[in-house]
């Protein structure tokens, strides 16, 4: 038996125990269950639920530490910062909650150094993990590029790459400080799942957590019908495949600008068995016939995009969906209250390379629904961080 | 418009990319500072990988007398294991950027308040 043999049964082993897959007799062979190769191999450490896990045991090390640093930032770092900001505005006779510009906000915290500082630790752990990710995958990229090509034959579910496709200009930015950002790096979707793994999404995303829950209050038409799905920028079509996993009858599509988006995003989708279809597509021109979808759903899209691109997507959006059809976009949608806030918006904005912030902020998304044709609502799942504000409904 | 520094023979799908400017960002009053806290973490994140295979070696002698190189990288914790590893994770954290959230604010050559010897002998 060869190495990559056995490397593979591991594999194999782990994720059928989690998927609590019946045929646990297979597991010694290279097949699945339904009699199909499996979709990568390697993984050669194995699965930790469904989460592939990292090439090397250092590489999940520093990423453990990166992840650990990131709570600790959050919660200690930025709360002294916060009593720090409140301390200089009173001194200086500013409410706190004062309405003012982002650039006022910045002139006056800007100095301050343990203000400062939690815009250092955050970009140096950015700058870190993501040449540490990147290192490895290009250093080995002969053997992951031929999994990748393995797995873009594979089901379930199917993969459609644009390699030629027009890319807006605004689509091709390296957003929070990614290499390459979501198009310009072969392991773009490599990179961003374990990079938003130690940081964004720490502790909610390598067992799709966050996109489970995302799902699970997703709002359906009051008909009840849900027989087709659209996730549009679906990124590493964590939340397609969630929609999938609580509609398994429905046809689920997942699209992206980045190539190496969707290409992961299928790889991820097929090694867990879950048929979803991707593709490299705009999410302003989805290529879909006018009302086909009975739910769009978004995650994280809308502020990484251009006051024009949001537009142009919501208008599309209105488009594909069928009358009675749900649009459900979850997003950062608080604008920031206090003064601090601002500053820590703008350094997102302008150091850790949000660069479509101020367009998002801008944007009257309800107002451009209305505009576009849906009636819009509330959502019923309150304020929280993973549940839309908004949601738009066609008539 | 900048390219993916990754040479391959392979199709990538990569793109042109508007490379951004966050290496230029200084933070602190003097650049080297920055780049000593890129260091501190980086160097910080290498110690605790250390850390963790020491303690996956010692879960391991304990529990077969002996372990390969593979056994270490292939060893996957227990829960309970995972709970306090990252207790000790965090603590370790809190040890090596604590200082950052607890810095001084009195300039140290602001408040003298000791006698001159030198300016009582010239009296």
């Known amino acids: ?395 | 418009m900048a390219q993916s520094p990754l040479k391959t023979s392979r199709e990538t799908y990569a793109a042109n990319f508007v490379k951004a400017d966050y290496d230029r960002a200084v933070f602190t009053n003097n650049p080297y500072v920055d780049s000593l806290i890129t260091s501190l973490t980086a160097l910080s994140a290498n110690v605790w990988a250390i850390q963790r295979r020491m303690m996956i070696v010692e879960v391991l002698l304990e529990k077969n007398g002996a372990v390969t190189r593979d056994m270490i990288e292939q060893y996957q914790p227990t829960r309970e294991e995972a709970a306090e590893w990252r207790k000790q994770r965090d603590s370790f954290v809190a040890e090596i950027n604590d200082p950052f959230k607890e810095i001084g604010d009195l300039p140290y050559a602001a408040s003298i308040d000791v006698p001159d010897p030198s300016v009582k002998k010239a009296r």
């Open chain 1, 1 to 395: 038996m060869t190495d990559s043999r056995l490397l593979t049964m591991k594999r194999r082993d782990v994720f059928l125990s989690v998927a609590a897959a019946t045929a646990s007799a297979t597991a010694l062979s290279m097949q699945s269950a339904e009699g199909k190769e499996i979709v990568r191999t390697l993984a050669a450490r194995g699965h930790d639920g469904i989460y592939a896990r990292l090439p090397t045991l250092a590489l999940e090390s520093k990423g453990d530490f990166y992840a650990g640093q990131y709570v600790w930032r959050a919660a200690h770092l930025e709360y002294a910062a916060e009593q720090r900001a409140l301390e200089l505005l009173k001194a200086k006779g500013i409410d706190p909650k004062s309405d003012m510009s982002w650039a006022e906000a910045v002139a006056l915290l800007e100095s301050d150094p343990l203000i400062a500082m939690t815009c250092r630790t955050r970009s140096s752990q950015q700058k870190l993990k993501y040449q540490l990710l990147q290192k490895a995958y290009h250093e080995r990229a002969d053997e992951f590029l031929a999994e990748m090509e393995r797995a873009d034959k594979m089901g379930p579910g199917s993969l459609e790459l644009n390699p030629r496709m027009f890319l807006p200009e605004y689509t091709t930015h390296e957003i929070h400080s990614m290499p390459g950002g979501y198009v310009g790096d072969a392991f773009a979707g490599h990179m961003y799942h374990s990079g938003t793994d130690w940081g964004a999404y720490v502790d909610y995303n390598s067992q799709d957590g966050a996109h489970m829950a995302m799902a699970k209050a997703a709002q359906i038409p009051k008909d009840g019908k849900v027989r087709r799905i659209l996730e549009i920028g679906t990124s590493i079509g964590q939340l397609a495949t969630s929609m999938k996993r609580r509609f398994p009858d429905a046809e689920v599509w997942g699209i992206d600008v980045g190539g190496p988006m969707v290409r992961y995003a299928h790889m991820k989708a097929a090694d867990m068995g879950v048929a979803v279809n991707f593709a490299q597509r705009l999410a302003e021109d989805t290529k879909f016939p006018a009302n086909h979808f009975d739910l769009v759903v978004s995650n994280l899209l809308f502020h990484e995009v251009s006051e024009q691109g949001a537009k142009n997507i919501i208008k599309e959006v209105a488009r594909i969906l069928r009358p009675g059809g749900v649009f459900s976009p979850t997003d950062m949608n608080t604008p920031p209250q206090t003064v601090k806030a601002k500053y820590t918006l703008w350094y997102n904005y302008r150091w850790n390379h949000e660069d479509w912030y101020a367009d998002w902020h801008s944007v009257d998304f309800a107002g451009e629904m209305r505009a576009s044709g849906l009636k819009t609502t509330n959502s019923q799942n309150g304020r929280d961080r993973f549940s839309p504000q908004v949601i738009g409904l066609k008539a």
